[in-house]
T-cell receptor, first 111, second 114 residues
Framework: SQLAEENLWALSVHEGESVTVNCSYK?????LQWYRQKSGEGPAQLIL?????REKRNGRLRATLDTSSQSSSLSITATRCEDTAVYFC???????????FGTGTTVSVSP | NAGVIQTPRHKVTGKGQEATLWCEPI?????VFWYRQTIVQGLEFLTY????????DSGMPKERFSAQMPNQSHSTLKIQSTQPQDSAVYLC????????????FGKGTRLTVV
């Protein structure tokens, strides 16, 4: 069963545009993480946002967390072709468990 | 730091044969995870060790699958009597302490059962 799920299967944008991936989750959480997986590689963490944080930034990435609606978003500004990947949200709920990943959103950035 | 190392990167087995997948976690990490990834099911959690002890194997198929961590430097995932539906990318990951902390993944082992 999924603790968290991204809301769209796929998004396509052109280089330089912004893109937002949304995620909803089902349980109380201590933190939510965003990961990116490029072809042929394992997922790599982008941002960890804790339940007492509303926003977290990492360069061109911005994550938000709304615990009242149990949702999170990851925005990428000034996209580049190398941002093409599958983006996952993940959480272990209240802590102490393994991370459970959503189904992922494929973001394609074209020139 | 070479990251999480998984071997082999690709493995082809005949139906009914056994497959053993190896993982070397990042030195100093106490938590080790195994996941399975397919197009249909996505990234599925299989099992989790902390300080070499099994913590959660709720994602492991009850038959034919087993995982061990005999020492802090490697873990194995064994699949007996492989079936075509076992074909997937198997990902090993490690983290400093487990829980909601950053998890570092290996590149995975692509298992194909023919």
């Amino acid at each position: 069963s999924q603790l968290a799920e991204e809301n769209l299967w796929a998004l396509s944008v052109h280089e330089g545009e912004s893109v937002t991936v949304n995620c909803s989750y089902k349980t109380s959480i201590t933190a939510l993480q965003w990961y990116r997986q490029k072809s042929g590689e394992g997922p790599a963490q982008l941002i960890l946002i804790r339940s007492n944080e509303r926003e977290k930034r990492n360069g061109r990435l911005r994550a938000t967390l709304d615990t009242s609606s149990q949702s999170s978003s990851l925005s990428i500004t000034a996209t580049r072709c190398e941002d093409t990947a599958v983006y996952f949200c993940a959480t272990d709920g209240q802590g102490g468990r393994a991370l459970i990943f959503g189904t992922g959103t494929t973001v394609s950035v074209s020139p | 730091n070479a990251g999480v190392i998984q071997t082999p990167r690709h493995k082809v087995t005949g139906k009914g044969q056994e497959a053993t997948l190896w993982c070397e976690p990042i030195s100093g990490h106490s938590a080790v995870f195994w996941y399975r990834q397919t197009i249909v099911q996505g990234l599925e959690f299989l099992t989790y060790f902390r300080n070499q002890a099994p913590i959660d194997d709720s994602g492991m198929p009850k038959e034919r699958f087993s995982a061990q961590m005999p020492n802090q430097s490697h873990s194995t995932l064994k699949i007996q009597s492989t079936q075509p539906q076992d074909s997937a990318v198997y990902l090993c990951a490690s983290s400093m302490t487990g829980g909601n902390t950053e998890v570092f993944f290996g590149k995975g082992t692509r298992l194909t059962v023919v």
